[in-house]
């Protein structure tokens, strides 16, 4: 894929029926996930532009692997595992978290038993002391949705020294990064800033000009990203190109440097 082509518009602009045919998966996939956890106090934190997002990405990258920190209510799971099992190419998902919901085979078993998807291996563990394999197939997707807690070490440092290295040329895509409001020109990267009407995020400045809003490893992840002059993507900008304005989803992506040096 060439770099001109790294941008979901931009790939899927000559198959809008490809788009709508994901649009509607991905939001029916949703609708079910939400009956199935409406009453078990589990809160779904992406919504169904998010899933699509997710959903395009892998068509779009064609992984062999993917590696999802943080499973959560498992609604990027079935979107990235769903997605994956069209690809036909053997790939195979592996998703950590420190305390994942349920097992994504008990939810398909239960929920979603006639959902193609490719085979998920979940892990229970820190996302601190997970460590890239050097056998993982490529190319290789990471959805990274966890978040660093002030006072404790932070996931985004582990991610910047351990992972991104061995991910050198790959693409990352990050959940809960979304444009900052233009009302607070003066805030300072990192600091703490007002990210909508009931929430408070890090404003994260990027040398593009660009600013977001994020949690506490926002910050982090772009200055990684400013270090080393390289874009970052939003979801919404993709689908507001492709014709769908109402679309709000708080994914972006990027591609880890291709000249890394372990720290």
Not at 134 to 140: E, F
């Amino acid at each position: 894929m060439r770099a001109g082509d790294f941008m979901l518009a931009r790939y899927f602009a000559r198959n809008p029926d490809a788009v709508r045919q994901i649009i509607e998966q991905q939001h029916r996939l949703f609708r079910r996930l939400l009956e199935e956890l409406n009453h078990s106090g589990v809160e779904i934190l992406q919504n169904p532009w998010d899933m699509a997002s997710l959903a395009l990405l892998v068509r779009m990258v064609r992984p062999k692997t993917i590696v999802e920190i943080g499973s959560g209510s498992r609604a990027s799971t079935l979107a990235l595992a769903s997605s994956a099992a069209g690809l036909n190419n053997g790939c195979r998902l592996l998703g950590i978290d420190i305390l994942p919901h349920r097992s994504f085979t008990a939810l398909c078993s239960g929920a979603f038993p006639d959902l193609p998807c490719c085979p998920v291996n979940d892990v229970q563990m820190d996302a601190r002391l997970f460590e890239i394999d050097g056998d993982l197939a490529n190319p290789v997707l990471m959805f990274y949705d966890v978040h660093d807690v002030p006072g404790e070490p932070p996931i985004s440092q582990h991610a910047i020294n351990r992972w991104f290295p061995r991910l050198s040329g790959e693409t990352v895509a990050v959940h809960d990064c979304i444009p900052a409001r233009a009302d607070f020109p003066r805030a300072l990267h990192g600091e703490k800033v007002l990210a909508d009407d009931r929430m408070f995020g890090f404003l994260a400045r990027h040398f593009s000009g660009k600013n977001f809003v994020g949690y506490a490893e926002m910050p982090v992840l772009i200055e990684y990203l400013n270090d080393r002059q390289q874009d970052i993507l939003l979801a919404t900008d993709d689908w507001r190109a492709m014709g769908y304005p109402d679309a709000s989803t708080s994914v972006s992506y990027f591609r880890c440097s291709a000249v890394e040096v372990l720290g």
